[in-house]
């Protein structure tokens, strides 16, 4: 069964940084290329981040790029997003997923604001 588990959301403020977790299992973690995505109140979800299977490919939304990094650690089938310079458009709740399967996770809320 393909599992998604995010942690690492909290309440930060304006100009602060996080570090989201994304631990998967029921698939080769290290086959996978694993996107971020997030839903702000109100609004659809949307794609963050890409990071290939092996890591060396990385790609970010333009609201997100220079201030958010994605890396993964395949020895441990886990995805990490640190979001730095956070501001208060970053608010939502942020999902981990492999592309080729169907399954989410319950995402975890960030919140940005003083």
């Known amino acids: 069964q393909v599992q998604f588990v995010e942690s690492g959301g909290g309440l930060v403020q304006p100009g602060g940084s996080l570090r989201l977790s994304c631990a998967a299992s029921?698939?080769?973690?290290?086959?996978?290329?694993m996107n971020w995505y997030r839903q702000a109140p109100g609004k659809e979800r949307e794609w963050v981040a890409t990071?290939?299977?092996?890591?060396?490919?990385?790609n970010y939304a333009g609201s997100v790029q220079g201030r958010f990094t994605v890396s993964r650690d395949n020895g441990k089938n886990t995805m990490y997003l640190q979001m730095d310079s956070l501001k208060s458009e970053d608010t939502a709740v942020y999902f981990c997923?492999?592309?080729?399967?169907?399954?989410w996770g319950q995402g975890t809320q960030v919140t940005v604001s003083s």
């Open positions: 990071i290939s299977n092996g890591g060396g490919v990385r």
């Open positions: 029921g698939f080769t973690f290290s086959s996978a290329p």
């Open positions: 997923k492999a592309p080729s399967f169907r399954s």
